[in-house]
Each structure stands twice: as C-alpha cells, then as structure tokens.
C-alpha cells in the first residue's frame, strides 16, 4: 500500500454513498476487499476512516489501557462511539451511516482529507474550509509551536544540498 495524499471534493447521493476519490482507491488497492472502520473523529466535526490495518495497530495501543481506570474507559467509550464496520462497493463507494453524517453536520458536499498512511477524514465542505482558515498569524503561530521545537538534525540518510 502507498501512502494516501491529498484531499478531495465529492459529493455524498440521497442514500448517503460517495465515491472514494481515485488516487485514494489507488493508494488502498491492497485494502479494498477488507472492511473499513468509520468513526467520530477526537478533535473535529468529521469522520475518520481506517483501513483495518491502521484500526487494528490503534487498538492494540487502546488495549494496552488498565479497564478497571474509570478514565480510560470513559475515553474508549467514547473514541469508539458510533463506530462503524463498513465496506467499499465494487464500484469505489462506501455508505456513511445516517448517525455518523448527522455528527459531522453532513448533508451533500464533502471534502476527503488524507491526515495519515491509514486515515481518511471525512468533512462537511463549508465545516472543512472554516477548520482550514486561520488568519496567516494564527497559522504562523500554530506552525511554530507544533513543528518549531523539531530543529535541523539530519540523518545519515538525508542527502545534502
């Protein structure tokens, strides 16, 4: 499997189907056959698809929680709730549930954003463009604080200008 890249406008039909845009179903030709997992995302209004390979390697770190800590089964609660087993028809669609689509505010137009080699988020186009848009400064910012501390080491595999 390639890494997934990019992000996508697509539209979701009556029934609650999109079709999985092209380079994505590329890029998971190996994991088609399999069932995804579709659930809430942690930190926005949208959705996130798994591979099973990529849910699978999540599990295994949720079920290294102590289950008798009442925190960390509230948080397993609630990380799976509304999760969803689904498929990838033969003609590249998937069904999101009515449940899952109400939760993310989705009605029509959508945007399938790449945020790792195994998860596709799935937004509601105007809620996507509203995450997206931060004033340059706010972005600045944010860019500093998250990447800023990572500095300039090189590997021996990097190559040098």
């Known amino acids: 499997m390639s890494d997934l890249v990019g992000s996508y406008e697509c ?13 994505h179903k590329k890029a998971l030709q190996a994991e088609l056959e399999k069932p995804f997992i579709l659930k809430r995302s942690v930190f926005g209004t949208c959705l996130e ?13 949720i079920n290294k929680l102590n289950r008798f800590v009442k925190k960390n089964m509230q948080f397993i609660r609630a990380f799976t709730a509304g ?4 498929e990838i028809d033969s003609t590249g669609r998937l ?3 009515k449940d899952l689509l109400q939760f993310a505010g989705i009605t029509k137009d959508i945007v399938m954003l790449a945020t790792s080699k195994n998860i596709i988020e799935i937004w509601d ?31 021996e595999n990097d190559e040098l200008s």
Do not use: C, H
């Not at 539209?11 to 380079?23: E, H, I, Y």
């Not at 999760?83 to 689904?86: D, G, Y």
């Open 83 to 86: 999760l969803k087993q689904i």
């Open 49 to 61: 698809l798994y591979t099973m390979s990529g849910w699978n390697k999540e599990m295994k770190q």
């Open 95 to 97: 069904l999101l549930p």
């Open 11 to 23: 539209t979701v039909d009556v029934k609650g189907r999109a079709m999985l845009p092209s380079a």
């Open 125 to 155: 186009k105007k809620k996507y463009e509203e995450e997206v848009t931060l004033p340059g400064d706010q972005f600045e910012g944010l860019a500093e604080d998250v990447m800023g501390s990572m500095g300039n080491e090189t590997s």
